[in-house]
């Protein structure tokens, strides 16, 4: 049971060949993983100096810019979103004490006290807002990770599966357990 082409075994011969794509399969999937971690975009840092602060500018408009979603700007747009979403929490509580205040002295007074709370919840649910956004643009970059695993899986397993089944085939063709002039038992 030799290979006429190079004197290599059949199984030896296959399975080297099932090695090969596995090890084909592990390099493909470190590299898809290794590509994935790299491709996550750098945490927007807009205020640590004046360049990174003109960088992280030209980063977010290039995002808005991008009428067609080519490449996400989640990340690079958050400061500016949580920054516009702090001006609106402190904006609204002070339009209100003031639009108010011209009603009635009352009135002002009570939206005074109103207005803390309600800058604060404010600006609390713009956080949670956007950490939700965050997390759920982290989940869905790991989903499409986990999805190229999963058909890098299935190629490699289907590869197996072919020398598996002939073998099973080949297994049930050898009836070992018929013996021809077999003597019957007294």
Known sequence: MTDES????????????????WIAWKTSTARRF???SEEEEPRAEPFESPRAFGEWSTRAARGLLDVQFRRPATTTLLPLAYILGLAFALGIPIALTILMWQLS????????????????TIAAVVRLLLEF????????TRVEHISELADDLFQALSDVAEPVNQLSEDVRAVQFWRFRGRTPRK
């Open 6 to 21: 190079d004197g290599i075994p059949e199984a030896d011969s296959a399975e080297r060949v099932t090695e090969s794509r």
């Open 105 to 120: 002295a009352v009135l002002g007074v009570l939206a005074a006290l109103i207005a803390v709370p309600l800058g604060l």
């Open 34 to 36: 290794t590509r994935a």
């Open 133 to 140: 956004l965050v997390n759920a643009s982290r989940l869905a």
